[in-house]
Every structure is written in C-alpha cells, then in structure tokens.
C-alpha cells in the first residue's frame, strides 16, 4: 500500500506540474509574438564585473564567473578538555577554501530561461568545518571526503507567465534571472536542480559570503533546515508570484537520504520540503524601502529522535549516544522565520532575522541552530569616497532545544557538532567585515568574527576568527 500510495502521488504531482509548464509555454509565445512588448531594458548603472552584462552585450545568452577564496584563522583558546570527534580545534589553527562557479543561461523566449552552472570546490574549513552552529565560512563543504572534481550547481528551467501587460526593467536581473525586462505582475515557475536559499529567506544585506558577510548564521536563517545536499543544492519545484508590493513563492525539494549527506531521497511520499514564504514591500519616502518575509517550511525525512537516542543509552541498548540508530521514515520536522530589511537613507542599510524549529528530531540538511535571533546592519563608503565599498557589522544568537542540549551533554554527536560532554548555553556570534572593491569585478575584504561558547558548550571559548577573502566576479 505504501508503494501505491507514493506512485499515486507522483503521478498527481506530475500532472500538476505538466499542466503548469503547458501554460507557461503557450503564454510565453503569445507575449514573444507581441510586438508592443519591449525585448530590452535601457542600460543599466555600471556593474562592478569584468564582463558587460547589459542586455546587448550576449543577447539572449548571460555568460559569467565567479571565483571566491577565503583563508580563516584562530589562534588557541579555552578548551579544558580533549576535544570531542565535531569540535572546534582549541589549538591555532588556519584553513583556505576555494569556490569557483560558472553561470551559463540561454532565453529561446522572453519569457523562458535556461540555466546551467557548474561548480568547483576546493581547500576546506577550520576543524572540517565542524564544532560552531553557526559556522565562520558559508563556503565550505562539510564533507573533506568528496571530491574536488566540477560538479553541476544549477540545472534549471525558469518560466515567466506574464499576468500584465506593463512590462518594466528587471531589478534583479544576474545569473538566475537574466530577462532584461518582466511583466510588473506574473508568475514564475522554475523546475530542476537549484538551491533552496536562492529564492527563500533572502536578505539583501545578509545573504551573500563572497561580499558581505561570511557565518552561516549571519547569512542565513540558521533556524531554517532547508533541503539541500552537502554541496548546498537540491531537486525541486518552485511557483512564484511577484508583483510591485506583495511576493508570495511555495517551493517542494527534495531532502537528503541521511543528515548532511550528498545523495537525495526521491520517496516523495516520505521525504520532501514544504517550503512557503509570503514577501511584503514597503517604502516610509524616498531611500527609506524595507521588505518584510515571513517563511514557514515543514520537512518530511528519514529523521533520527533525540528522546529515543538518549533513552537507548540510559537504559543500556547503545554503548553511545547515537541518533543514527533512531531513524524513522516520513518524520515531520517544522520551522518558522522572520526576515525584515530597512534602508535609513541612502547610504545605511539594517536587517534582521528570527526562526525557530521543532527539536524533537534530529537537524537534517543546513546546521544544528533550533532558534536564532540575528541584527545586522551595512554602510557604504562614499562619506570616505569609497562609493562601491561596504562594511557591516552583526550580532546572532543561536540556540537548540532542551532534548537535543541533552544528547549533545551525554555525549552524542549531530554531523556538526559534537565535544563528547556539553555545559550548555547559547552561542554568540559578532562579526564585522570591510569588503573593499579594488577594481571593476575584483574585491578584497577582511573579516572578524568573535565567537563565545563555540558549539553551546560553555567550558570552551570564547575564540577569535579571522579571514581575509578575494573575489573575483565576471
């Protein structure tokens, strides 16, 4: 019966999906043989690239690169006892990662886009990227096992259903979205292999690390488990509409096999990510806009308990704590966030973060944070002539639930975090940069993070990380 029920669900979804792109399809051409309807946006400010991208200069292609490296460094810090199998190193220790990303996209129509980004990483984090919630370097790949070799990031397909006939320039034209011009309302529909956090909880001051800032924490919800592989990328489907004042997208992922792991379940039935998240824009006058996002998400997966993992110890069953023994299919895990930007005039902008997620079941695809808090805010430097320049500076709060506080205190491990013993309390984390724009697309920045009780454990910290970064963007 279960196997039938989870055939007679894919077909559903399939159907639902085919009939979606049917549509899409044919308003796409209807609007490409209007000849009222504008192929090109005036040309926008100069980008800091290397390469144009104004809608001439491809045509209907968006060719581009970027390359981004980041070297981290602590030196010793409080650590009284032998360090756990996910701890922070407490001994000096420094780490180089390297990303380098392709953006391929082709419009047969005004309205459809084709994506293909292949991807390479390299280098690794501080302690493999384990013993921080809050992690100091979005880059990384978790695993040191994998590969180094080009893998593809984004396949996707990507359909505009115009829902106006005002057609006005893209603001957020770049690599995913690469339609010089769209309708002031429409529909977005967009299929294949993606990440999640390109399109849910964005901030525009908080979520880019080869720019702003660096922790996971900072530029993500770390609340948000949201489906991904270990690489950061998912399958899935997502439908949006956006519109001059109110955005709203619903996305179905996939989720991993097992926590953190880089082969995703295809057992829809069992394991998925309901992903919904409702955008209201606003502007006080003139250079004083904000945005706020409300998020809600629930996860269907193979998920291990932590009530069942701490009472097969206690009771003798396992030697160790271990939640991988504890694993059921179909759990549902579900989470909640808060994302608000406002600009103060010109030059100043501040954001904000709130999530929180059910802790009963183990963290699954993003980071072990149950409930965070996150204030930040970024200047430009143009009252020190620096226009293109920018610094910021961010507080974040991270916190797990009284059951997984537990496990981690008996000495269980997550596939981040794990001292062997845990003294708890919440982790906090400060972090400023100046990222400094040297030349067209190339840009240096430094960046400090101040991190206490490393991992909630708080007989170790507090520690001192800093990074230099260098990027390229073509």
């Excluded at 005002?166 to 429409?186: A, F």
């Amino acid at each position: 019966m279960a196997r039938r029920s989870s055939r007679s669900f894919r077909v559903r979804r399939a159907a639902v999906v085919a009939a979606c792109w049917a549509i899409a399809l044919l308003t796409g051409r209807a609007h490409a043989k209007n000849p009222e309807q504008p192929e090109t946006a005036p040309r926008p400010e100069a980008q800091a690239t290397f390469l144009d991208h104004s809608p001439e200069a491809f045509g209907p292609f968006w060719v581009g690169a970027e390359v981004n490296s980041i070297l981290q460094h602590h030196g010793d810090f409080h650590a009284p006892r032998p360090s756990g199998p996910h701890s922070l190193q407490g001994q000096s220790e420094s780490a180089l990662s390297g990303l380098l990303t392709l953006f391929f996209a082709y419009r047969p129509l005004p309205t459809t886009e084709v994506i293909v980004d292949p991807e390479m990483a390299l280098g690794g984090g501080l302690s493999q990227a384990t013993g921080l919630a809050g992690f100091s370097n979005l880059d990384v790949v978790r695993n040191p096992t994998l590969s180094h070799a080009p893998y593809p990031a984004r396949v996707e397909l990507h359909q505009i259903i115009p829902l106006s006939q005002q057609w006005v320039p893209n603001e957020d034209r770049g690599p995913i979205s690469s339609m010089p011009m769209v309708p002031l309302h429409r529909i977005e529909l967009r299929a294949g292999k993606m990440s999640t956090a390109d399109l849910f909880d964005i901030n525009p001051a908080g979520s880019d690390s080869h720019l702003q800032f660096m922790n996971w924490a900072v530029d993500n919800n770390g609340a948000y488990d949201y489906a991904a592989d270990t690489r950061g990328y998912t399958y899935g489907f997502v439908v949006e509409y956006q519109g001059p004042r109110i955005e709203a997208r619903l996305g179905e992922m996939l989720m991993p096999k097992v926590a953190n792991g880089i082969d995703l379940d295809w057992d829809l039935a069992n394991s998925r990510a309901d992903n919904l998240e409702l955008e209201l824009k606003y502007s006080v006058r003139p250079d004083w806009r904000g945005t706020l996002r409300l998020l809600g998400y629930q996860n269907h997966a193979n998920m291990g308990s932590y009530a069942e993992a701490i009472a097969a110890f206690a009771n003798g069953v396992d030697a160790t704590p271990n939640i991988e023994l504890h694993r059921k299919k179909g759990r549902v895990k579900r989470g909640v966030g808060l994302n608000v930007i406002q600009e103060l005039g010109p030059l100043v902008r501040v954001f904000g973060r709130a999530g929180w997620s059910g802790g009963d079941y183990e963290s699954f695809a993003y980071t072990e944070i149950e409930n965070t808090v996150a204030l930040g805010g970024d200047v430009t430097g143009a009252k020190w002539r620096r226009a293109t320049d920018r610094v910021g500076l961010a507080f974040v709060s991270n916190g797990i639930s009284s059951l997984h506080a537990e496990y981690l205190s008996v000495g269980g491990s997550g596939f981040i975090l794990g001292d062997g013993y845990l003294r708890y309390a919440r982790e906090r984390i400060f972090e400023q940069y100046y990222n400094v724009h040297v030349w067209r697309g190339a840009f240096l920045a430094e960046d400090v993070q101040f991190v206490t009780n490393p991992g909630y454990n708080a007989d170790r910290g507090p520690v001192w990380i800093f990074s230099a970064r260098a990027h390229l963007e073509f």
